[in-house]
C-alpha cells in the first residue's frame, strides 16, 4: 500500500462546475497536509495546506480532512479552465516529521 | 531571491558521467528537500536537510547518489557514474521547518543516455 493514494484521473469538469478533488493516506501519524499545483513542464506549486480536522476555504479552493478516515479532498469551485492541471496531494508523515510523501497526482481538465 | 532557484535546468549526460546539480532556497529557509520526478508520477523523497545537517537519506536510491549543503544554504545533488534510469526531473524545495509547506524550484531536467 502506498502511502498516499490519489485516483489519477482524468477528471473532466465543465468550466464553472465544482472539481473534487480525493487522497487518502495510510499512516494514522500523518501531522500536515499538502495541495499543490503542477502545470506540464513546470514544477509543484502550493495551493494550501491543512493541519486540523474540519474544512479549509481559500477564495474557490476548500481543503477537508478526515483524520478518522485518513482522508483529505480539495474542492475547486466555479472552476476555470486556468485551473487545468494536475493536482498533487501531499501528506507529512509523523513518524519521523521530515519526509513528504506525494501521491500520483490527479489530472484535471476544465472544459470550456 | 525572491524563491528557490536550482541549475542548470536540463542536463544531458553520457552514461558513466558525474553530474552535479545545485539548489538555491529561499533566504532564511531552515529546511531543505530533495526530490526525483519521473514522468506521470509525484515527487519521490531523496533526502532532507536542516541547515547544514543532513537528517534523512532514507529516499537516495543508491550510494551513486550524494548531497551536501555544507553552509546551510546552497545544496548540491551530486551523482556518480549516471545510469539510464537516473532521468527524471530533480526538484528541490525548501521551508521555514521541516512541517511546513515547501515552495518548489523550477526543478533540473537530467537525461541519460
Known amino acids: 500500500q502506498k502511502e498516499v493514494e490519489q485516483n489519477s484521473g482524468p477528471l473532466s469538469v465543465p468550466e464553472g462546475a465544482i472539481a473534487s478533488l480525493n487522497c487518502t493516506y495510510s499512516?494514522?501519524?500523518?501531522?500536515?497536509f499538502f495541495w499543490y499545483r503542477q502545470y506540464s513542464g513546470k514544477s509543484p506549486e502550493l495551493i494550501m495546506f491543512?493541519?486540523?480536522?474540519g474544512d479549509k476555504e481559500d477564495g474557490r479552493f476548500t481543503a477537508q480532512l478526515n483524520k478518522a478516515s485518513q482522508y483529505v479532498s480539495l474542492l475547486i469551485r466555479d472552476s476555470q479552465p486556468s485551473d487545468s492541471a494536475t493536482y498533487l496531494c501531499?501528506?507529512?508523515?509523523?513518524?519521523?516529521?521530515?519526509?513528504?510523501?506525494f501521491g500520483t497526482g490527479t489530472s484535471l481538465t476544465v472544459i470550456p | 531571491g525572491a524563491g528557490v532557484s536550482q541549475s542548470p535546468r536540463y542536463k544531458v549526460a553520457k552514461r558513466g558521467q558525474d553530474v552535479a546539480l545545485r539548489c538555491d532556497p529561499i533566504s532564511g529557509h531552515v529546511s531543505l528537500f530533495w526530490y526525483q520526478q519521473a514522468l506521470g508520477q509525484g515527487p519521490e523523497f531523496l533526502t532532507y536537510f536542516q541547515n547544514e545537517a543532513q537528517l534523512d537519506k532514507s529516499g537516495l536510491p543508491s550510494d551513486r547518489f550524494f548531497a551536501e549543503r555544507p553552509e546551510g544554504s546552497v545544496s548540491t545533488l551530486k551523482i556518480q557514474r549516471t545510469q539510464q534510469e537516473d532521468s527524471a526531473v530533480y526538484l528541490c524545495?525548501?521551508?521555514?521547518?521541516?512541517?511546513?509547506?515547501?515552495?518548489f524550484g523550477p526543478g533540473t531536467r537530467l537525461t541519460v543516455l
Open positions: 491543512i493541519y486540523s480536522n
Open positions: 499512516d494514522r501519524g500523518s501531522q500536515s
Open positions: 524545495a525548501s521551508s521555514r521547518s521541516s512541517h511546513n509547506e515547501q515552495f
Open positions: 501531499a501528506v507529512n508523515i509523523g513518524r519521523t516529521g521530515n519526509q513528504f510523501y
